[in-house]
């Protein structure tokens, strides 16, 4: 990254832990991907009985009173407790000892999040308490808990932080974006490690109605979850709602091999651009989304032909999947039918600001294994859509030595983060 720089540092991913619908923690989750699980199903946490939309991929078999105490727990929103377990998961996989740490490493060593909604759900219940008199206590927390700086100032407090306390907000791409804003601090030696991924919770009733609202949510599959989140089939019908926690340790290359630590990968280039077009719609033409990646591999001196495998942001919608496919061929013309890509939200949903971590968890678990997961319920080929998506079967013996991980978010922004074996 930044090659127009003088003496950039190399950076690379050395931990990584996570909170999904299909598992918590990253052998888990990378088990429940391989096998083609999913995370949808009907929804636990509140009444859908009078609701269109029934379904959406919740974090259910997961301990939150073990993140926080009881008194904690009630003050914050649920995108804490979820970044709390992948941040200590993540910590604990580089190996690192931060309770160790001199004050000047504390100092050089930062926390980077991005998050969607972040605590909306948290406010939607204080406004409940406020404006229903439903007999439950308002939190003292609740402006600065519905905050989206909250989250990252909550890993910062947990474990001694004193670098620099970020929270990155574009909408899908926000944690691809927050991983770059992290990586580049590193790189420019502004920061020796840090913390980063994405966190959010957008399953909360007001929320669900506002996304139906835009008539961007599927309501074919209420009896058959499972099968509801279909990126790049033809029966596609919108996106399903989930949630997660997906965080990474980044540091250095050179302080990496000093301590011996695993490398997962390289952190090799980005790009990001916007179509400057539609609150919510992409333009039809692919052509920012293509720029995009194009930033990235130029950012990161890779050729289109040295890509393996593509993570796709494949939301289920009709417009975006077609959009999405459209922008892999301008971005790398022939070679785009040579490529592997397939789409993790299939399996957990679209956890909103934290699905560019999701997609990016999974491509190193697939570089590091060998092993692409399946793009599943991909049962009628569009002849829009008509790349290599890894329809339903896991790709075994799949070398990647380069990949790329593709976002799309509203406001028509675009992220793409290329990744390399060291």
């Not at 909250?150 to 001694?160: A, D, N, Q, R, Y």
């Not at 957990?348 to 971590?357: E, K, S, Y």
């Amino acid at each position: 990254m930044f090659k127009n720089f003088t003496n950039p540092r190399r950076v690379v991913i050395t931990g990584f832990g996570c909170v999904t619908p299909i598992g918590v923690g990253k052998d888990a989750y990378w088990e429940s991907l391989k096998t083609g699980k999913s995370g949808v199903r009907k929804i636990e946490s509140f009444d859908v009985s009078d609701s269109a939309v029934k379904i959406a991929a919740e974090v259910l078999d997961f301990d939150w009173k073990a993140e926080l105490n009881i008194k904690d727990i009630r003050h914050v929103p649920r995108t804490v407790p979820l970044a709390l377990r992948s941040a200590r998961e993540a910590v604990k996989d580089s190996g690192i000892e931060i309770e160790n740490f001199t004050l000047e490493e504390r100092q050089n060593f930062g926390v980077v999040l991005g998050t969607g909604g972040g605590g909306l759900s948290f406010t939607e219940k204080q406004y409940k308490s406020w404006f229903t008199q439903d007999g439950t206590k308002a939190s003292v927390y609740t402006i600065p808990s519905s905050t989206h700086g909250g989250l990252s100032s909550e890993l910062s407090m947990v474990f001694g932080l004193h670098g620099l306390s970020h929270i990155v907000s574009t909408g899908c791409t926000s944690s691809t974006d927050a991983i770059a804003y992290a990586a580049q601090h590193i790189s420019l030696g502004k920061q020796d490690m840090m913390l980063a991924g994405g966190s959010d919770s957008p399953i909360a009733r007001g929320i669900l109605e506002g996304f139906n609202l835009m008539t961007v949510l599927t309501k074919d599959w209420n009896d058959e979850p499972a099968k509801a989140s279909r990126p790049f089939s033809k029966d596609r019908s919108g996106i399903v709602l989930g949630e997660g926690a997906w965080v990474f340790v980044l540091e250095t290359l050179e302080n990496a091999k000093k301590r011996g630590a695993k490398i997962y990968a390289e952190i090799k280039g980005y790009g990001a651009t916007c179509d400057a077009y539609h609150r919510v719609r992409l333009e039809e033409n692919g052509v920012e989304p293509a720029r995009a990646m194009k930033l990235a591999l130029e950012d990161s001196g890779v050729s289109p032909e040295e890509i393996d495998y593509v993570n796709l942001h494949g939301t289920s919608t009709q417009l975006n999947d077609r959009i999405e496919t459209q922008a892999i061929k301008n971005a790398f013309d022939k070679h785009s039918y040579k490529l592997s890509t397939s789409a993790t939200k299939s399996q957990i949903g679209h956890p909103q600001g934290a699905c560019g971590a999701a997609g990016i968890g999974a491509t190193l678990l697939a570089m590091n294994e060998n092993i692409i997961a399946p793009t599943i319920n991909l049962d009628i080929p569009d002849e829009f859509c008509d790349l290599d998506y890894t329809p339903n079967n896991a790709k075994e013996n799949a070398e990647i030595n380069t990949a790329l991980c593709n976002c799309i978010g509203f406001g028509s922004k675009n992220s793409a983060l290329i990744l390399g074996k060291v």
